[in-house]
């Protein structure tokens, strides 16, 4: 069987069975014993010695500490999507249901995580809807985001989830609210002025106002919103967000995570997800003044991110971690920019290599990292199995001989 199908089924599975639930690298703050010590919580340094020492430890502590598996917003929603896409390739091509399963059951399951996802909504007094995680956040001293604090990253992947559930399911619902997150973007979010436009903002409260894939999010949310209702203002929020962060970007084609100091590194998957947001633009207005900063940023991205034999790079100066969120990232971003033709033999490479080095066998779910130390092999739904569940989708979708209409050899 076709080793990206086989990866899903078996991770698919192995999801359900954790009813899509599970722990975080960032969730160290749920623990019910660090909430029980007095005063630890009022602390920064505190917050932040739990949050890095539970991210860090090759070893779970999360059992010993009582910290919960839960659902995770962006994590359903991933989820969410993944099933959306092989819902609409089964109802495309009805002869792959003996492989992957009906089109209706997959369409159930989307119903299923729907719902899940439209009751983790955040709640406050935002202008459309909107969605968080669910732990307290705090990066080093900059910020601390109370738990369900919105996020333009949370929300736009809980919208893009929800736009393609309403298109393969039909329940209009689900594009009703995610189309009302353009209002979250527009009046929720605040807009540091940069270059000829703006960049968003992460959320609502103070720190990370000035990341470059987050602002592109947010361009991406609200162009995407246009192409739907055709309201101008998404579509110019849009366009200043996107120039802003294309001025960012350096000559050689990369971008630095975000414009603080501490903010100057270049790595895998944030420059996927600005191409991603990029090409979600043009695709969605018809406006190709960016596409030179495409091109010149994914001509960048694989020449610095993948090695010869598939090993996907985190930073574009040095190898490790090796993160599941790059070669998940590889696929989507190969998918958006309609580029899996042209570089399948890489896309299999990774593929082949991530599931040597960085999937359980036994269970089908995928690694957070490998490092050249101690590596961690927990399970995180969000941040390893939902994403990659996603990713799959995409590689799936994108099969040449799935296009041709032969699913009975399939092998990769």
């Known amino acids: 069987m076709n080793q990206a199908i086989e990866s899903f089924i078996e991770l698919s599975e192995y999801c359900k069975s954790q009813a899509f639930k599970g722990w975080d690298p960032y969730d160290g703050l749920n623990s019910r014993v660090f909430q029980a010590i007095p005063f630890a919580s009022r ?58 399963g009906s089109a209706d059951e997959a369409m159930e399951q989307c119903d299923d995580l729907a719902r899940i996802l439209l009751s983790l909504r955040s ?23 109370p738990k369900f604090t919105p ?27 995610a189309l009302s997150a353009s209002e979250f973007v527009i009046n929720d979010l605040h807009r540091t002025p940069f270059a000829d436009g703006f960049l968003f903002s992460y959320s609502p409260l ?6 470059f894939n987050a602002s592109l999010l947010g361009s991406k949310l ?17 366009e200043q967000s996107a120039a802003a962060c294309c001025a960012g970007q350096r000559s050689d084609g990369a971008w630095v995570y975000g414009m603080l100091p501490v903010q100057s590194w270049v790595d895998s998957f944030h420059t996927g997800y600005n191409l991603e947001a990029l090409q979600h633009y043009e695709d969605n207005t018809g406006d190709k003044q960016f596409h030179e900063y495409i091109e010149r940023g994914f001509d960048y991205y694989i020449k610095h991110f993948f090695e010869r034999d598939g090993c996907p790079k985190y ?46 066998r036994k ?8 490092k050249q130390g101690f590596s961690s092999k927990i399970s995180y739904m969000r941040w390893s199995n939902a994403f990659m569940l996603y990713a799959l989708s995409h590689f799936i979708i994108n099969q040449p001989q799935l296009q041709a209409d032969d699913s009975k050899d399939m092998n990769v």
Not at 65 to 93: D, F, M, T
Not at 123 to 145: I, P, S, T, V
Not at 206 to 211: E, R
């Open 315 to 360: 930073y574009d100066n040095k190898k490790y971690p090796i993160d599941i969120h790059c070669p998940a990232q590889l696929f989507v971003t190969l998918s958006t920019l309609k580029r899996f033709d042209q570089f399948m033999t890489l896309a299999q490479q990774v593929l082949l290599w991530t599931n040597q080095h960085m999937r359980c």
């Open 206 to 211: 103070p720190g990370n106002d000035t990341v």
């Open 43 to 100: 602390s920064s340094l505190m917050r932040l010695i739990v949050i890095q020492g539970f991210k860090r430890s090759p070893i779970n502590l999360r059992r010993l500490a009582w910290v919960s598996k839960e659902y995770n917003p962006k994590g359903v929603a991933l989820c969410l999507h993944a099933y959306a896409n092989i819902a609409e390739l089964l109802k495309a091509k009805p002869q792959l249901q003996a492989i992957l």
């Open 151 to 177: 996020t333009v990253v949370a929300t736009t992947f809980a919208a893009e989830a929800l736009l393609k559930a309403a298109q393969v399911t039909g329940n209009l619902e689900y594009q009703n609210v």
């Open 222 to 238: 609200l162009s995407t919103c246009f192409r739907f209702t055709g309201d101008e203002k998404c579509r110019n929020l849009a």
């Open 123 to 145: 709640q406050g007094e935002y202008h459309g809807a909107c969605w968080g995680y669910n732990f307290d956040w705090q990066a080093r001293k900059l910020f601390l985001f």
């Open 363 to 370: 269970q089908g779910y995928y690694y957070y990292q490998l």
